[in-house]
């Protein structure tokens, strides 16, 4: 192999190391947060993609990247239809009855060309993606939001853990309740209408909150504004995707495996003017994997309300639903 192409590919591979050296020593962190072109971003996200604006901070770092590559992508799209109408009018057959065997004289340009994209491309990996990859996979943040779930001093409200259970075709969700628990999962429960997340029928101490199909808006899956909400999600039976297109959230449910996400809706970001008359905001979940013929419709609603709001509205469910088991088992008695 030509030495040249060698250097490259190791220049590649320190680069990377580099940059996640850089990443996890937190020094580049204000590299993904670069606003300069957020004007540009904005008008191309939503203007030309139709895309509604995002809800989250990381949505913003996805829609720089999103925007960021298909800048680059255009500029090389347009330079090398350029090139192409140039060589089909320059090399005709007119002109160059005999084929030169040489090929380009001065490389300048070509050079200068190929060393161009090569670093818009390092600085769009080690800039943009590497960090945001970082942020969303970070496992120290999914650690410290359900550790925050728990916490009964004043962090008590600043992080949430919910479980999302996928099936065909639907979504549901369980929160911890009150207790702040969740309670034990057996598979000998598991009952995919009725009791989908598997928990022992027989125990009244349950208070698990459950969200069971969040086909309609009065049954969505809810999370409070300026929360850090950690997400579990699975699936009962084939592979499918939970997609929440504003939050720029985009995870697999896979049978088997518990897949984390984590996000948080800033309220900075939501529009007031989609506000619904009890001021929250409501959201489409999609299914983003081919799951079999109810795929298009497995849709579901995500509410964001404030966190007063849903501090009272978990507390309730949760009191309701101890409460309804202990209803249910006294009349199967
Ligand atoms: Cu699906």
Redesign the pocket.
């Known amino acids: 192999m030509n030495k040249k192409y060698i250097g490259l590919i190791f220049g590649a591979i320190a680069g990377v190391v580099v940059a996640v050296i850089l990443v996890n020593s937190g020094k580049v962190e204000g590299t993904h947060t670069f606003t300069g072109l957020d004007s540009t971003v904005e008008y191309t996200m939503t203007e030309l993609f139709k895309s509604p604006p995002p809800v989250t901070e990381h949505g913003w770092n996805v829609d720089r990247m999103v925007v960021f590559v298909h800048l680059l992508m255009g500029v090389l799209f347009v330079g090398w239809t350029l090139y192409f109408l140039y060589c089909i009018f320059n090399f005709r057959e007119s002109n160059h009855p005999k084929a030169d065997y040489h090929g380009a004289r001065s490389k300048f340009w070509t050079t200068l060309a190929e060393y161009g994209v090569i670093s818009a491309e390092v600085v769009l990996i080690v800039c943009f993606a590497i960090p945001l990859w970082a942020e969303v996979m970070n496992d120290t943040r999914l650690k410290e939001i359900k550790e925050q779930a728990i916490a009964k001093d004043d962090k008590n409200g600043t992080g949430l853990e919910i479980h999302i259970l996928?099936k065909?075709?639907d979504w549901s969700a369980r929160y911890a309740g009150n207790d702040k628990i969740f309670a034990q999962q057996d598979i000998r429960f598991a009952d995919k209408s009725n009791n989908p997340f598997g928990l022992d029928p027989n125990d009244t101490s349950i208070d698990d909150v459950l969200v069971l199909a969040a086909k309609d808006r009065k049954g969505a899956i809810v999370v409070p504004k300026d929360t850090a909400v950690a997400l579990k999600i699975t699936?009962m039976d084939?592979?499918?995707?939970f997609k929440v297109l504003p939050l720029r959230v985009c995870k697999d449910?896979i049978p088997g495996l518990q897949l984390p996400i984590h996000f948080e809706v800033k309220t900075k970001y939501l529009e007031p003017k989609e506000e619904n008359k009890d001021g929250e905001h409501v959201f489409l979940i999609t299914?983003?994997?081919?799951?079999?013929d109810?795929?298009g419709s497995?849709n579901g609603y995500l509410k964001v309300i404030s966190k007063e709001k849903f501090k009272q509205w978990l507390e309730a469910k949760s009191n309701a639903a101890k409460q309804a088991r202990r209803e249910n088992l006294a009349a199967a008695k």
């Open positions: 996928a065909q075709f699936s084939v592979i499918h995707s449910a299914c983003a994997q081919l799951c079999g109810g795929h497995m």
